[in-house]
């Protein structure tokens, strides 16, 4: 498809959106989802808010918690992957030999014999899509990245296909390649696109507001491609059945994965089932990628069940990470503090075969006011391994480069920065004009500020201990809120009293079971040891991904659906003799087991008396969650106010980071202990993405040199300092419960806030990820 014809494809596409969501953001509240506020944002029944342990623990400190790769299934084999070491370009060669008669080996399935695959389909491409790459997977001799799966063992052992694997030799026929940023940017870029819309527009004469502004700069930053380090490797273990396909995953998408494999292979979607019950960290890589339908293929040619876990290079081989990015932010603002030009472009590094930008312009469509407004993030290809979601994608290296821009141009004024950006804060949202459904960033701020002690700070370079220079630096966090289509929830009330609820949603370790058990008992009036929350097998309702910080609302408003059926249900079954007979769904509520008028609480019935009068052992019910209209209605963000104090050796320029206090606005807090964790993790995760996290490219071979945790650097406990959070807990009278996600917004605005504290303490500004040592000396 010629560059011209997908501007103007993707232009129509986004001009028939804009036109939608401004019909949506005109409509009248009462016709939106959340225009009628969840009443448990009223109603206290003590769950909601109490910092639960997760009820998961138990079983993970036992071992009892079953992962992807710990499902024993008898006659299984153990799978081995062998990787492409060219760029690009043909195979011309296999020798099999060796490893075929290499002990315990079963099967070795390379190109020639891997039997007939469709492609992935494309995320986002259809509904339950799931694929990241739009490559045909083995079935031909073509290779388009350094790293990718070419050949596949089984054996009867994990060692025996690992060493069958190191026989296998191959030979290749190379093509030329692209494999620097440079390159890339030399042969032409595209505008990107998100969500069907292209990532550029301009409000305003900006060029004429930084040409006249008394108070300017414009700079250059750059961040450099990451990779996923979940703790848990991507494994699966699968089996066939005939013409059924069972799927043990590590999945933050099971329902997708169930449909996207089923086009693969060629059959009924309700013939694929996959469950992930357990995923020890997701942070956006764990969807599907090339080792599951690998290991089905093998599966289903051996005829035996499979495991596949990679390994932790293959991890870095197979499974996209964040990509590199050069970023320009200018900003014109008058002596007040008032901005007259916001300018975020730069361009971002793609794979040709998912050209998913790292959309680091999405938070100065947001953040703040300015006079006039310009955004323009561009495309570039490189022959690599298609990028793919990582912790708050674009948010998280976006707000490095925004953030440090709005410090220095703080320091260049001699305003405060906290001044500066309060001084900016919008009344409204700066790119639509929707108000806010919920915004208290000046709270935030202020909390964190006197918290924090950012009054004491000094100059910059004015403070000493020893050889240690002294620092504070802020940024604002911002993460957006989503809800995306396709909610559903199955809910079983026994004659017990207890409920069961089902979705196909996802536990990543971030208490997801924990918080939704405490809101269902809330909603229904039970105690917690009657409400039963499953979760994480693709024959559940609902199209629910664990991504993007909205599986919060996804199920919340999932499980009101279902709420609100079995209500109606119940109504009807308790007839004329109920002290409830004659009131509607919106008159009662779940309290003490059972309904009451909420204005009348002695009008009650348990709900296993009604049960019970009507011979019922149990009522099942499913309701699906209306479109996610809010989200166009209104303008819904989370934001935090991001502290830093650093110390930097001014000898060896050693950065010790020595204190750090996350100030978030995110709605309601459904489980303080849970956030706390999910917040702190978000940091932890910032501090290794200002300090140390780089994927290293040796750009003559196209490959990924440092494709493990011993040269690959991640925070570990001596790097993490004391993690302060505190929030507003101020609901937001427009979601469900409440609340808005929370699993991304703390990673966002700690670069900077890093960055900024070394400024401070060094006088030196470093502009280029990660800050490591050899830049300060």
Not at 734 to 760: D, L, Q
């Amino acid at each position: 498809m010629s560059n011209v014809f997908k501007e103007a494809k993707n232009t129509v596409q986004a001009v028939a959106q804009m036109a939608m969501m401004k019909a949506v953001q005109l409509a009248p509240d009462s016709f939106i989802p959340g225009g009628r506020s969840d009443p448990l944002i009223r109603e206290q029944h003590g769950n909601i808010g109490k910092p639960l342990s997760r009820l998961d623990g138990p079983l993970k400190v036992r071992g009892a918690a079953t992962f992807a790769a710990e499902f024993p299934i008898d006659g299984m084999l153990y799978a081995s992957v062998a990787f492409s070491n060219v760029v690009k370009g043909r195979i011309s060669r296999i020798d099999v030999a060796a490893a075929e008669a290499a002990p315990g080996v079963t099967l070795v399935m390379t190109h020639l014999n891997a039997p007939k695959m469709a492609s992935t389909p494309l995320l986002n491409s259809k509904p339950k899509a799931a694929g990241n790459i739009d490559l045909p997977i083995m079935q031909d001799d073509r290779v388009h990245w350094n790293g990718q799966p070419i050949a596949i063992v089984l054996a009867q052992t994990q060692e025996q296909a690992d060493h069958a694997t190191s026989l296998l030799r191959f030979e290749y026929d190379t093509e030329a390649a692209v494999t620097t940023f440079i390159e890339a940017k030399a042969n032409g870029t595209d505008t990107g696109v998100m969500r069907g819309m292209p990532l550029k527009m301009e409000s305003g004469d900006t060029d004429k507001a930084l040409a006249t502004a008394p108070y300017t700069v414009d700079v250059t930053y750059t961040t450099p491609r990451q990779n996923h380090n979940a703790i848990e490797l991507h494994a699966c273990t699968v089996a066939w059945d005939g013409d059924t396909l069972r799927v043990h995953d590590a999945s933050q998408l099971v329902a997708h994965t169930a449909w996207s494999l089923a086009q693969v292979f060629g059959v009924e979607e309700d013939q694929v089932r996959v469950t992930s019950p357990f995923v020890g960290g997701g942070f956006g890589g764990k969807c599907l990628w090339w080792h599951q339908v690998l290991a089905a293929a093998a599966s289903r040619l051996s005829g035996r069940p499979v495991r596949l876990m990679l390994s932790r290079e293959g991890v870095y081989r197979v499974i996209g990470g964040r990509g590199q990015t050069e970023q320009r932010v200018a900003i014109a603002a008058q002596a007040d503090g008032t901005f007259d030009a916001l300018v975020h472009t730069g361009t971002a590094a793609v794979s040709p075969h998912n050209p998913m930008p790292e959309p680091f312009i999405l938070p100065v469509m947001s953040v703040y006011s300015s006079g006039s407004l310009k955004f323009d993030l561009q495309i570039a290809y490189v022959d690599t391994l298609p990028n793919t979601f990582m912790r708050a994608p674009g948010e998280a290296v976006g707000s490095f480069a925004l953030e440090s821009a709005i410090d220095e141009l703080a320091v260049q004024m001699d305003m405060d920065p906290i001044d500066l950006r309060l001084k900016n804060e919008p009344e409204k949202d700066p790119l639509t004009g929707a108000p806010f459904s919920q915004r208290d960033t000046e709270k935030a701020y202020r909390d964190g500020a006197e918290r924090f002690g950012w009054s004491e700070r000094a100059g910059p370079g004015a403070r000493r201990e020893g050889e240690w220079q002294i620092g504070m630096g802020v940024a604002t966090a911002t993460y957006p809120y989503y809800r995306e289509p396709g909610g559903a929830a199955r809910m079983t009330l026994s004659r017990d009293g207890a409920v069961t609820v089902e979705i196909a949603a996802h536990e990543m370790g971030m208490g997801t079971m924990t918080a939704h058990t405490q809101v269902i008992a809330d909603r229904l009036g039970l105690p917690l040891d009657k409400v039963h929350f499953e979760y994480g097998d693709s024959f559940q309702p609902g199209v629910v991904r664990g991504a993007g910080a909205q599986q919060t609302a996804s199920i919340g408003a999932s499980v009101i659906a279902a709420h609100r059926e079995l209500v109606g249900e119940l109504l009807k079954l308790a007839g004329n003799d109920s002290p409830i007979a004659g009131l509607t769904v919106d008159e009662v509520g779940g309290i003490d087991g059972g309904l009451a008028k909420l204005d009348e609480p002695g009008r009650h019935e348990s709900y296993a008396s009604i049960l019970a009068r009507t011979q019922r052992d149990d009522l099942v019910v499913v309701g699906t969650a209306p479109p996610p209209l809010e989200t166009q209605h209104w303008s819904m963000h989370s934001h935090g106010a991001m502290f830093c104090e650093v110390g930097v050796n001014a000898v060896t320029g050693e950065v010790r980071v020595r204190r750090f206090l996350g100030s978030f606005d995110c709605g309601r807090i459904l489980n303080p202990k849970t956030a706390a964790s999910q917040f702190r993790g978000g940091i932890i995760m910032g501090l290794g993405l200002a300090l140390m996290e780089e994927t290293q490219f040796d750009e003559r071979l196209g490959r990924i040199m440092n494709p493990s945790l011993a040269e690959y650097y991640v925070p570990v406990h001596m790097d993490v300092p004391e993690i302060d959070v505190i929030w507003t807990d101020i609901p937001d009278p427009h979601t469900p419960m409440g609340a808005r996600g929370i699993g991304e917004i703390g990673i966002t605005g700690v670069g900077a806030a890093v960055a900024n504290a070394i400024f401070n303490a060094t006088g030196r500004r470093i502009r280029d990820l990660p800050i490591t040592l050899d830049k300060l000396l």
